[in-house]
């Protein structure tokens, strides 16, 4: 009896845990998982590449590369965002429906990036606009901007701040579409290998969900604005 009742207890402490927490948590496994693979030179098994989706060949890391990072900085940054926009959103729009947003919008985010390189990807303008069919894409990066992109269409006046300037903030519909403008445009010109593609296409499904669930919830998204004013 003690027994089941402690397993029932873990249970439950375990089905209150937060999506958020549980993304998290994935993420640093298989991102840890990763470096080995890196490590061994087997990063097509886990990374997303353009050309290798094309021609049929590892189709799982369209899934796969959302939850693998290129290194420990880029797996902080991205889950301290995570942590401070996912939970947030999280609690608005629900456990179930946060979880697949979450999955959805970076699947959108991966196949935007793997259409858009091959399309316009093969000169040296279009490489360094849209990234190159060859490059291999790891990280969280789409799904947190399509969170990014729900506060700006249920949230717009939430203040956003950048995590190495506290005290520089803006509004989400501002600051948002300003920080994928510029990191687009600093990649560009400093020809850096950043998923901008990604970023575009999380944004915009978070945007087209962040349109739908206001126009199907108009007096729940009116109360909540209200309560952030």
Do not use: C, Q
């Not at 993420?27 to 030179?41: C, K, R, V």
């Not at 949230?155 to 803006?170: A, C, H, N, T």
């Not at 575009?200 to 209200?226: C, D, H, N, Q, S």
Request: hydrophobic share 55%.
């Amino acid at each position: 009896m003690k027994y089941k009742k402690y397993s029932a207890n873990i249970t439950d402490r375990l089905s209150n845990f937060s999506i958020v927490g549980w993304l998290i948590l994935v993420n640093i496994i298989f991102s840890l998982i990763g470096f080995l693979f890196f490590a061994l030179g087997k990063i097509e098994y886990i990374a997303l590449k353009p050309t290798n989706i094309v021609e049929g060949k590892y189709l799982w890391t369209i899934i796969t590369h959302m939850f693998v990072h290129g290194g420990l900085f880029h797996l902080f940054i991205n889950m301290f965002v995570l942590f401070s926009l996912g939970s947030l959103s999280e609690k608005i729009i629900g456990r179930k429906r946060f979880l697949w947003f979450y999955i959805i919008s970076g699947i959108f985010a991966g196949l935007l990036s793997v259409f858009l390189p091959l399309l316009y990807g093969d000169t040296p303008l279009g490489e360094r606009i849209f990234g190159s069919p060859e490059i291999f894409m790891v990280g969280a990066s789409g799904a947190i901007f399509a969170i990014a992109g729900l506060f700006v269409m249920l949230l717009p006046r939430l203040k956003f701040m950048i995590i190495f300037l506290p005290f520089f903030s803006l509004p989400a519909y501002i600051m948002v579409p300003l920080v994928l403008i510029i990191t687009w445009i600093a990649s560009i010109a400093g020809d850096f290998p950043i998923g901008n593609v990604a970023h575009f296409g999380g944004f915009l499904a978070g945007l087209l969900y962040g349109y739908y669930l206001k126009t199907k919830y108009t007096k729940k998204v009116k109360l909540l604005r209200r309560m952030f004013k």
